[in-house]
Each structure stands twice: as C-alpha cells, then as structure tokens.
C-alpha cells in the first residue's frame, strides 16, 4: 500500500490550498478515506471522512464550512479543498483509510498559514 500526499504549502491566513493523496496497491473504491493531521505539539486528529461513494460525508467542527473532501474512484485520488484557512490549520496533513487497521502512513504533506 502507498499513500502519496501532495498539495501542501505556505501560504497567508485566507488563502486556498488544494491536497490530493494518489493511493496505490489496494481497492480504493473499496474503502472509505479520510484526512488527518498532526499539528506542532498535537496529537493527530481527524479532519474529515467519506464513504467509498463519496456520498457521505463528516468534518471536524473546526473546519466544517471551509474544507471540503472528495475522491474521484477512477484515479485512486483522494482530495481536500481548504478554504479560508487559518495559522490553526498550519500541520502536516495525512491520508489513509477510514477504518481501522489503518495503512501504514505516508510522508503527509506540510500546510503553513502564516502572514
């Protein structure tokens, strides 16, 4: 299994950032997935998740309203949206699998939101 996060970056409070994480050597489609991330100093939490339809949906309040996740099947692709973000969101941000036993994570990709 590999879990390949990219998208990540440093930009000012305000501002977008797309993420994808390209998955590879299981049946995504199968799977429900979700993002986490690990602040400075925090243990990692869950950031948001959707069903392997892609129907269902769950957001942590804190970014409820201003992320959105999706995956497109055809691409093993996971995605996440971040808008008006924040220095909160600043982590490193992971994908992998909703339900557990988790996959053995990727390298995340690093999110900075500073002015």
């Known amino acids: 299994v590999r879990l390949e996060e990219s998208g990540g970056g440093l930009v000012q409070p305000g501002e977008s950032l797309r993420l994808s994480c390209k998955t590879s050597g299981f049946t995504f489609s199968a799977f429900g997935m979700a993002w986490h991330r690990r602040a400075p100093g925090k243990e990692r939490e869950l950031v948001a998740s959707?069903?392997?339809?892609?129907?269902?949906?769950y957001y942590a309040d804190s970014v409820k309203g201003r992320f959105t996740i999706s995956r497109d099947n055809t691409l093993n692709t996971l995605l996440l949206e971040m808008n008006a973000l924040t220095p909160e969101d600043t982590a490193v941000y992971y994908c992998n699998r909703l339900m557990r036993p988790l996959f053995d994570w990727g390298q995340g990709t690093q999110v900075t939101v500073s002015s």
């Open positions: 959707l069903t392997s339809t892609g129907l269902h949906t």
